[in-house]
C-alpha cells in the first residue's frame, strides 16, 4: 500500500524557452500575448533578467498556467549550483 507522497507525480518544471519551443511559437508572438517586449522574453529565457510580479501574472496567463513563477525560481537555483 502506497502513502498519499508516494503517489503524488512530481510535476516537471515548464521554461518560458521549452513552452516556446513546444507550442511552436515565436519569442515576439509570446511577447504579444504578455502585453510586453521581444527583448524582455529574450531576457528571461536567458536569464539574465527575471519577471517582476505583474510581468510573472502576464506569463502565466499567458502560457495557460503552464510557465508557473516557481519555474523561474527553480531555473535560477540550478545556474546557482552549476
Do not use: W
Request: charged share 25%; net charge positive; proline share 4%.
Amino acid at each position: 500500500m502506497s502513502t498519499n507522497g508516494q503517489q503524488l507525480k512530481l510535476r516537471k518544471v515548464m521554461t518560458l524557452k521549452e513552452y516556446i519551443q513546444i507550442n511552436r511559437i515565436s519569442q515576439a508572438r509570446f511577447a504579444r500575448r504578455c502585453g510586453i517586449s521581444r527583448s524582455a522574453i529574450n531576457h528571461f529565457i536567458a536569464g539574465r533578467r527575471y519577471p517582476n510580479p505583474e510581468t510573472m501574472r502576464r506569463i502565466l496567463l499567458a502560457s495557460n498556467g503552464e510557465v508557473k513563477p516557481n519555474d523561474f525560481f527553480n531555473e535560477a537555483m540550478l545556474q546557482v549550483q552549476r
